[in-house]
């Protein structure tokens, strides 16, 4: 199996690569972590910082999956919306669970800062002019309900900011930020090992049994023996159980990364922000300290070789920002996120002590610390708050099956959006 990090900005400039030897032999921990992406940091450190004792496995590196793949925009929240989750479990349950993401968000930070991980403050969520300006309301309620500080932006100020007029409002909140996600990945895995958690990469888990109360998860140099298991293997689950495959959609999603602008940056993005727009297929970008844009966007269940998609996401960028016809891609990837159908995170005990730790979908960089909380928290304690997702659950989608109606929804969602513009834009002409 290749262990190689995938060709992409962040593994081009990855502050360090220490090699974590593969597991050879057999041992025991309390709890065995199967994933070395952000859910399985977040449950790791979470453990071993209240000195139980882990060992994490990692199919390849640490970080090799979506969580050293992605956009590096750290909110709090979750795939699903806020309104969505008050319409599945009340508006008591709905807030208590973003205020969960909050805490999150906070805990991601210092253990950035603690990494020594660079952080970009700011993030700006935006309306497509078609959309018309809807965010002021918005905004309200979320500083009002949940002490934010974010800010409105009316059409004249995104106009000033950002040098297109393809967006009719904004919010920005200054207290998110950007992080390059490989290097914090990396440094989270630095962090456990710090905690004493035995990482080990090169090391899939082939298989899971039980012994004597204890369970054992199989590799192929080796078994790990411990009392809890906690899968997190996103949208790269493969067999490892049924039924968290058979609940997990892959659905992937394409980065790409410019050429330096120089002072050509400031023909689009003029403040240093991250910016999206609220479409679930959004575009996504961000100025990167070397005068570069990263551009993301788009949901699919196919994986176009890396020449493609440069084209895709460049025809991409330049619908808001024709003023980039000649700027080059240096670079474009792209990763598999594991969703469940109802888009929130499964976050559970399967059966005695084997617990699962996924399905954070396109905004997981916070939601996997909640994750990795709640579950460690259940492990030590018998903390049940995890059963607040228990109406979610690990509702059947057919696993790598259901890639199909996912790409039907993205079509049909894709259609409505390119219609949406072409009456917007009939209207102003
Ligand atoms: C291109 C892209 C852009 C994104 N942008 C953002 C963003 O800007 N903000 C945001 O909040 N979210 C974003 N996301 C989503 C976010 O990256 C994910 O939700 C999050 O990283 C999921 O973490 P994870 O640990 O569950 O999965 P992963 O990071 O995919 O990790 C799973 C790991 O499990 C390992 N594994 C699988 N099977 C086994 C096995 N049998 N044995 C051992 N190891 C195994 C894999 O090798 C992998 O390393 C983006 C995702 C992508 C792909």
Sequence with gaps: M????IDSYYSRTRADDTRRPALDGAIEAETCVIGGG???????????????SVVLIEARRVGWGASGRNGGFVSPGYSLGLDGIERKLGADAARTLYRLSLDAHALVRRRADGAGVRREAGLLKCHLAEHGDGLATYVAHMNQVYGLRLEHWPRARMAEALATDRYADGAYNPDAFR???????????????GKRVRIFEGTPATGLGRDLGHRLVFTPNGRVRARHVVLAC???????DFRVSAATIPVATYVAVTEPLGDRLKQTIRVSTGVSDVRLANDYYRPLLDTRILWGGRISVFHPDAERLKEIIRADMLKVYPQLAD???????????????HKMPCIAELDDGLWH???FGGHGLVATTVGGELVASAIMHGDDRWRMLEPFGLAFAGGPVGKIPAQMVYWSLAAGDWLRRRRYEARAA
Excluded: F, I, Q
């Excluded at 290749?2 to 990090?5: A, F, G, L, Q, S």
């Excluded at 952000?38 to 139980?52: C, F, N, S």
């Excluded at 992080?179 to 090992?193: I, K, N, Q, W, Y």
């Excluded at 996103?234 to 490892?240: F, K, T």
């Design 2 to 5: 290749n262990t190689d990090y």
């Design 38 to 52: 952000l859910a399985g940091l977040a449950t790791a450190l979470a453990l071993a910082e209240k000195g139980r």
């Design 179 to 193: 992080v390059h996600p490989l290097d914090l990945s990396r440094g989270l895995a630095r962090l456990a090992e």
């Design 234 to 240: 996103g949208g790269y689950v493969g067999g490892l």
């Design 327 to 341: 700027v080059r891609m240096e670079v474009a990837w792209g990763g598999w996120m594991g969703y469940a159908r």
């Design 357 to 359: 730790n996924t399905c």
